[in-house]
C-alpha cells in the first residue's frame, strides 16, 4: 500500500511522525515494542504501567 504524496505532505505538516521501531503491544493506551520489553527489567514494566493506569487516556509510546 502507497500513501500519495499529497498525504505524506499533510502528514508532515500535521507533525505525523513514524514509529521508530514497530509498535507490538498495547495496554491502557501504552504502546510498547518488543524491543523495549525485552531489555526492561520486569519490576520496571511492572511499576511503568501503575504509572500508565494513573495517568488517564494519554497514549504512551516506549
Known sequence: ???SEEKRKWMQEVGI???KRPMKY???GWLLSEEY???TSLEELKARLENVKN???KPIIE
Open 1 to 3: 500500500m502507497t500513501i
Open 17 to 19: 511522525q513514524e514509529f
Open 26 to 28: 498495547h495496554i491502557y
Open 37 to 39: 520489553i525485552a531489555e
Open 55 to 57: 495517568s488517564g487516556s
